[in-house]
C-alpha cells in the first residue's frame, strides 16, 4: 500500500477555514503522515535530513497549501530550494525521489471559470503551475494535475464540510491504493479525473 | 571505658534525632528541639552526659565559628560596606547602653562595682548561634530587623576581644593572680604594641590568604577530583585559621567569617558552603544540646524565683533598649520589635566571659552559678520568644508593612503563572499578554507588585517556592509555569514543587549557564532557556555583519549554531549523568567548554545550505 506524505504549507492556518476542516477532516492511520511546515519551521530553518527522510519514507507526496499569488506560500519555495538538492534529488547522482507521485492540494478564493484563458486569471491552474510540474519532472518524480478547492472566498459553512468530506474520501482513497495515479494526467485537474470515473462507475 | 565516646555519640545524634523532628512538628524550630534534647539527656534529668560536657561545650563552640564562615561566604564584601553604620553605630551603642543599664541595676542590687560592670557587659552579648540559626529558619534573616541584629551580633563578636581583656584589670587588688587558662595566648608576653602588631599581622595573614593563596589552592585541588579532599581543604582553612586567631587572641568566629566574607566572591563558594554544612549543623546541635544540658536545674530548683526574676529582668533590659535603638536606627515597629525579640538572650561568650572573671576573681562562684544557669535558660527562651513574634506581632504589623507582608491567598487563575517578574520574566509576560493569554504573576518584590496590580495584572505577592501559594494563584487549573526566578537553586526547589504537587503543568525554565542547565534538564525539565543564549548569538551574527558577511548568511549561520548548541547541551547532559567523579562546578564549566568545542570542530558546517550552493551544478555542467 502507498505512503502518502502530507506536506501542509499555511503561514497562518488560524484563520483560514477551509484547511483548518481539510485538516481535521484527515484520517489518523497508518501510511499517512502529516508535516506542517510552518509549525515546524517557523524561522523558515527549514531541517533538510530531516525532510530528505521523510521523503524518501513515502510514495506519495502532497503539497497541500493555498494559491499565494498563483504559487505556493514562501516557506514551501524555501523547502524546495534547501530539500531538494543537486546530487540528491537531481542531477547525474541524484535519484532519491525517482518514481514518487507529485500532487498539489491547491484552494483558491477565485471561483474555477476566473482560471481560464478568457477568464479573470487568463491561465489555468495547470499553467500557472508549469514550474512546479518541471520541478518534479527534473526530480524523475510523477506529476498529477492539482486537486482545487475553488471559490472559498463564497463557500458556506455547510460547502466547506462537503469539500472537506470529499478531500477525506480522497486521501483515503489513495492510501487504500484505490486511486491510480498513472491514468489521471491527461486531465487538467485530479478533480475532472475523480468526476469522470464516477460517472464510468455511474453507468 | 572503651566504647565511652561513640555511647556519648549515640545519646547526642539519638536525642537530636528524636527531640528535633517533634519540635519542628509542633513549629517550634530546630533550635528549641536541640535545648529540648539537651535537657532530657542532661544531668538533671535522665543523665545520659556526665561530667564532660564542659568539654563538649567547647568542642561545640568550633560549630560557632563554622556557621560564621558560612555566613562570610553569603555576605559579599560590598553588602558588609554597606552594613558598616548598622555594625559600629546600632552594635556598639546596644554594647554600650545595655552594658552600662545593666551593671547600674547590679549596683543598685548591691554588687560591687567591678563585678558589676563585668556582669553587665557580659549580660550586653546575644547569641549568634541561637539568633542566626532561628531567624535563618525562618526566613528573618534578609529582613530588616534581620539584617540589624546580624550586624548588632558581628559587633558583639568583635567586642569580646576588648572585654577579654579589660577583665584582668577589674580584678580587685590582691585578688588571684591570673591563672591565664583562656587568656594564655602565644603572644601574651609580649608588650602591648607586640600584641597589637601580631593581631594585626594574624588579620593580614587572613585577608592575603583569602585573596591571593587559597583560590588556586583550591582551584588545585579541585583538579584532584576528590571530594573528600575538597572537604578537608575546607575544614583545614577553618581550623587553620581559629588556630592562628586563637594564638593571638581574637575569635576564631570572627577570623573565619572573614576569610569567609573574602572567599564569598570565588568560584567555590557554593562547593565550601555545601561541604561545611552538614558539619557546620552538627556541630551547632551539639553546641545547642550542650547548653541544654548546663542548664542547672538544681540551683534553679534551689533558688527559682530568684533565677526567673533574673531571666526575665535581663530579657527585659535587653529588649527595651533593642526595641528603643531600632527605632531611633528608623525600623519600623514590627521590625524593631523582630530585632528585640531576637536579641534578649545572652549569648554563649557569657560562659567564657564568667569562667574567665571567675579565674581573674573578679566573680565569685556564688555570683556565677545563678548568672550562668540564668544565661541558659535565657537562651532556651529566644526561640519562644520568635514564636511570639511570628504568630503574634507579624499578623498584627507586618501584614501593613510592604517588606514583609503575608503572601496573597486570593483564588483566581490564569492560563500561564509567571514566576519572578524581573526583566527576563517580565519580558515573557508582557508578550503573553499582548497576545491576550491570561497571565497571573508571583513575585516577592513588593513595590513591583503594586505597579503590576495597578496596571490591571493578576499578581501574587510571595516566594513562588511555596506550593499553596502556588495553589492560591490557580496552579491546579494553569497550563503552563514560567520559571524566571534569577536564583537557580531556587528555579530547581521550584520545578520539584511544582512536579510534586502540580505534575499537569508544562515547566518553562529560565537557566543562567550550562551547568544549571544540565541540572534543569536532570531534573526532567524539557523547556530549558538559557539567559543569554539568544542574546549572544544575535550579537554575534550583527559582529559577522559588521565583517563584511551578508545578513542573510550570519542570520542563518546564527540559526545553525543555536540548533547546533542546543543538541550538544542535551548531548553533554546525559553523558554527564554517565560520569559519577566529582568536579568542581568551575572544572565543569571549563570540561563542558571543552565539549563544546570539540562538538564545534566535528561539526563546522554552519553553512550547510547547499540548496542554494551551485557548486556541484557548475561541477557537473563542466563535465558533460
Given amino acids: 500500500m502507498p505512503r502518502v506524505l502530507i506536506q501542509f504549507a499555511h503561514p497562518a492556518l488560524e484563520g483560514s477555514r477551509v484547511h483548518r476542516r481539510l485538516l481535521a477532516q484527515l484520517p489518523q492511520r497508518e501510511g499517512l503522515t502529516v508535516n506542517d511546515l510552518y509549525e515546524a519551521y517557523p524561522d523558515f530553518d527549514v531541517d533538510v535530513a530531516r525532510e530528505q527522510a521523510l521523503l524518501v519514507a513515502h510514495d506519495i507526496i502532497v503539497f497541500q497549501h493555498p494559491f499565494f499569488w498563483y504559487s505556493t506560500p514562501p516557506l514551501l519555495k524555501q523547502w524546495e530550494d534547501l530539500v531538494l538538492e543537486h546530487g540528491w534529488a537531481y542531477g547525474r547522482q541524484g535519484r532519491a525521489l525517482r518514481g514518487k507521485q507529485l500532487l498539489h492540494v491547491i484552494s483558491a478564493g477565485g471561483r474555477e471559470e476566473a482560471y481560464q484563458h478568457e477568464g479573470y486569471n487568463r491561465f489555468t491552474v495547470g499553467e500557472l503551475l508549469a514550474p512546479l510540474e518541471q520541478t518534479a519532472h527534473l526530480c524523475g518524480m510523477q506529476w498529477t494535475p492539482p486537486y482545487m478547492i475553488h471559490g472559498t472566498h463564497r463557500m458556506t459553512e455547510p460547502q466547506i464540510d462537503e469539500a472537506a468530506q470529499r478531500f477525506r474520501t480522497l486521501v483515503e482513497g489513495l492510501c487504500d491504493g484505490r486511486i491510480d495515479l498513472g491514468r489521471v494526467s491527461r486531465y487538467p485537474t485530479l478533480n475532472h479525473a475523480i468526476k469522470a470515473a464516477d460517472a464510468g462507475a455511474g453507468k | ?624
Fill in chain 2, 1 to 624: 571505658m572503651d566504647g565511652g565516646w561513640l555511647w556519648q555519640a549515640f545519646a547526642y545524634l539519638a536525642a537530636a534525632v528524636v527531640a528535633v523532628p517533634i519540635a519542628q512538628r509542633f513549629g517550634l524550630g530546630s533550635v528549641l528541639g536541640y535545648l529540648i534534647a539537651g535537657v532530657v539527656i542532661g544531668p538533671f534529668a535522665i543523665g545520659v552526659l556526665g561530667t564532660d560536657r564542659q568539654d563538649v561545650l567547647h568542642f561545640a563552640e568550633f560549630g560557632v565559628v563554622m556557621m560564621l564562615f558560612v555566613i562570610g561566604l553569603e555576605l559579599e564584601p560590598v553588602l558588609l560596606w554597606r552594613l558598616r553604620h548598622l555594625i559600629v553605630g546600632l552594635g556598639g551603642l546596644q554594647v554600650v547602653v545595655t552594658g552600662a543599664v545593666a551593671a547600674a541595676i547590679a549596683i543598685g542590687i548591691g554588687v560591687p562595682v567591678r563585678a558589676a560592670i563585668a556582669i553587665g557587659f557580659t549580660l550586653s552579648l546575644s547569641s549568634t548561634a541561637i539568633v542566626l540559626q532561628t531567624l535563618n529558619e525562618r526566613s528573618l534573616l534578609g529582613t530588616a530587623g534581620g539584617q540589624s541584629a546580624f550586624a548588632v551580633l558581628l559587633f558583639q563578636d568583635i567586642a569580646v576581644i576588648p572585654m577579654l581583656a579589660l577583665f584582668p584589670l577589674l580584678a580587685p587588688p590582691g585578688a588571684a593572680a591570673p591563672a591565664d587558662e583562656h587568656g594564655g595566648t602565644l603572644v601574651s608576653h609580649l608588650p602591648a604594641w607586640g600584641q597589637t602588631v601580631a593581631v594585626l599581622v594574624a588579620v593580614g595573614i587572613v585577608i592575603a590568604g583569602g585573596r591571593f593563596v587559597l583560590g588556586p589552592m583550591l582551584r588545585q585541588i579541585a583538579r584532584t577530583r576528590l571530594r573528600e579532599m575538597f572537604t578537608a581543604a575546607t575544614l583545614l582553612i577553618v581550623v587553620g585559621i581559629a588556630l592562628l586567631m586563637g594564638a593571638v587572641g581574637l575569635s576564631a568566629a570572627l577570623g573565619t567569617f572573614l576569610a569567609g566574607v573574602l572567599l564569598a566572591n570565588s568560584e567555590f563558594r557554593h562547593e565550601l558552603e555545601s561541604d561545611i554544612d552538614p558539619f557546620k549543623g552538627l556541630l551547632l546541635g551539639l553546641f545547642f544540646i550542650a547548653v541544654g544540658a548546663s542548664i542547672d536545674f538544681r540551683l534553679v530548683l534551689a533558688q527559682p524565683l530568684a533565677i526567673v526574676t533574673l531571666v526575665a529582668g535581663i530579657v527585659l533590659v535587653k529588649f527595651v533598649v533593642l526595641l528603643g535603638l531600632g527605632r531611633i536606627f528608623r525600623l519600623s515597629l514590627d521590625q524593631a520589635l523582630l530585632l528585640a525579640l531576637g536579641l534578649p538572650q545572652v549569648g554563649e561568650f557569657a560562659f567564657v566571659l564568667f569562667s574567665f572573671a571567675g579565674q581573674q576573681g573578679v566573680l565569685t562562684p556564688a555570683e556565677t552559678g545563678p548568672l550562668v544557669a540564668a544565661v541558659a535558660l535565657s537562651m532556651a527562651v529566644t526561640p519562644l520568644l520568635l514564636l511570639v513574634y511570628q504568630n503574634v506581632v507579624q499578623p498584627r504589623l507586618g501584614a501593613r508593612k510592604s517588606s514583609d507582608r503575608e503572601p496573597d491567598v486570593t483564588d483566581e487563575g490564569g492560563a500561564v503563572l509567571v514566576a519572578g517578574f524581573g526583566s527576563f520574566g517580565s519580558t515573557v509576560g508582557r508578550l503573553l499578554r499582548a497576545s491576550g493569554v491570561p497571565t497571573t504573576v508571583l513575585d516577592v518584590d513588593s513595590d513591583r507588585v503594586d505597579f503590576l496590580r495597578r496596571m490591571g495584572l493578576a499578581v501574587h505577592y510571595g516566594d513562588a517556592t511555596r506550593a499553596d501559594l502556588l495553589h492560591a494563584a490557580g496552579a491546579a487549573r494553569a497550563r503552563l509555569i514560567v520559571i524566571a526566578l534569577d536564583q537557580p537553586e531556587r528555579t530547581l526547589e521550584l520545578v520539584e514543587t511544582v512536579r510534586q504537587h502540580f505534575p499537569q503543568l508544562t515547566i518553562l525554565a529560565r537557566a543562567f549557564d550550562w551547568q544549571d542547565a544540565h541540572e534543569l534538564l536532570d531534573a526532567g525539565v524539557t523547556h530549558v532557556y538559557r539567559d543569554t543564549l539568544d542574546t549572544s548569538l544575535r550579537l554575534g551574527a550583527d559582529a559577522l555583519r559588521l565583517l563584511g558577511f551578508r545578513a542573510y548568511r550570519a542570520h542563518r549561520a546564527a540559526q545553525r549554531f543555536l540548533k547546533h548548541d542546543e543538541e550538544s547541551m542535551r548531548e553533554l547532559t546525559g553523558r554527564r549523568r554517565d560520569g559519577s567523579s566529582y568536579v568542581s562546578a568551575a572544572r565543569q564549566r571549563i570540561e563542558d567548554l571543552e565539549r563544546m568545542f570539540e562538538a564545534d570542530r566535528a561539526e563546522p558546517a554552519l553553512d550547510r545550505d547547499s540548496g542554494w550552493d551551485a557548486e556541484s551544478l557548475r561541477e557537473e555542467a563542466r563535465s558533460i
